[in-house]
T-cell receptor
Framework: DAGVTQSPTHLIKTRGQHVTLRCSPI?????VSWYQQVLGQGPQFIFQ???????GRGNFPDRFSARQFPNYSSELNVNALLLGDSALYLC?????????????FGPGTRLTVT | DQQVKQNSPSLSVQEGRISILNCDYT??????FLWYKKYPAEGPTFLIS?????DKNEDGRFTVFLNKSAKHLSLHIVPSQPGDSAVYFC?????????????FGQGTELSVKP
């Protein structure tokens, strides 16, 4: 069984640019959550999507957006990149929304903004 | 406002001994708690969870204890093995937000010495 996949693994962008990160959940899982992890901190919740609808949003600016596709894969978009957006972006796969099932994480995308 | 806190950034134990990792939380609405292990360059790996209706959950060498009155949980690893060396995160969830949002602590880096 394939786990959670994320692409790309590493990315270097310049301030002001836009970035799109991608995630494919575990087969059969219908919900994904996105997290940002900066060095020395725990992951911070950004979004949860279930059945293509946003189910939760963390304390992040509107420069951050996401969507979920009919095959349950998801994209995280960040506009007008700032140096402080440099972080590991994690996608978590959840069997379904409604109950705090365990979330299974992908390997992450390491974003560096210069 | 850090709702989940891991006050020990690091812990070193001898192989074969017990490792005890601690976590405190402030929000009484949290009703589900999880522990994750993270190796460098990988996403967090789910270890064990506990619902607020229980005070103990055991899975092999891993046991999580929950003290609701103290808003404290701990992860015991017995016996500790060198392969357990990693960063451990505790996380909390509230079912009112449908479980999609995990609040993580800052992590504790465990080093198990042979």
């Amino acid at each position: 069984d394939a786990g959670v996949t994320q692409s790309p693994t590493h990315l270097i962008k310049t301030r002001g640019q836009h970035v799109t990160l991608r995630c494919s959940p575990i087969s059969g899982h219908k919900s994904v959550s996105w997290y940002q992890q900066v060095l020395g901190q725990g992951p911070q919740f950004i979004f949860q999507y279930y059945e293509k609808e946003e189910r939760g949003r963390g304390n992040f600016p509107d420069r951050f957006s996401a969507r979920q596709f009919p095959n349950y894969s998801s994209e995280l978009n960040v506009n007008a990149l700032l140096l402080g957006d440099s972080a590991l972006y994690l996608c978590a796969s959840i069997a379904q929304a409604g109950v705090p099932y365990e979330q299974y994480f992908g390997p992450g995308t390491r974003l560096t903004v210069t | 406002d850090q709702q989940v806190k891991q006050n020990s950034p690091s812990l070193s134990v001898q192989e074969g001994r017990i490792s005890i990792l601690n976590c405190d939380y402030t929000n009484s609405m949290f009703d589900y708690f999880l522990w994750y292990k993270k190796y460098p360059a990988e996403g967090p790996t789910f270890l064990i969870s506990i619902s607020s209706i229980k005070d103990k959950n055991e899975d092999g060498r891993f046991t999580v204890f929950l003290n609701k009155s103290a808003k404290h949980l701990s992860l015991h690893i017995v016996p500790s093995q060198p392969g357990d060396s990693a960063v451990y995160f505790c996380a909390a969830s509230a079912s009112w937000n449908q479980g999609g949002k995990l609040i993580f602590g800052q992590g504790t880096e465990l080093s198990v010495k042979p």
